[in-house]
């Protein structure tokens, strides 16, 4: 998914989940994003999202660990499970140029 629908999907109640790890996260992210590690990301995002149908936008800082993130948890079943094309870089760069 591009870094401009990113915006429009969290208000429309979608979950930016970031799955770097947390000392990544804690140096800048996504407002209102959840906070999952890649490494322990198949192991806790039953209890932190329950419902299948949510839609995820995984992001790490540019694409690899997002698009791993969100094949693996539609493998587990979550329908709308995308990944954020560019990461945390490619968003901000389109926040940058919205700005101008």
Do not use: W
């Not at 493998?75 to 140029?97: C, D, H, P, T, V």
């Amino acid at each position: 998914m591009l870094p401009e629908q990113v915006d429009a999907l969290i208000a429309q109640g979608a979950i930016a989940l970031d799955i770097r790890d947390r000392e990544e996260h804690d140096a800048g992210h996504i407002e209102g994003s959840l906070n999952i590690s890649r490494g322990k990301l198949e192991m806790n995002i039953e209890a932190k999202i329950e419902n299948l149908e949510t839609v995820i936008l995984c992001y790490c800082n540019a694409v690899n660990r997002g698009a791993l993130s969100a094949n693996a948890i539609r493998n587990m079943g979550y329908k709308n499970a995308k990944y954020i094309n560019g990461g945390l870089f490619g968003y901000r760069s389109f926040q940058k140029e919205g700005i101008k």
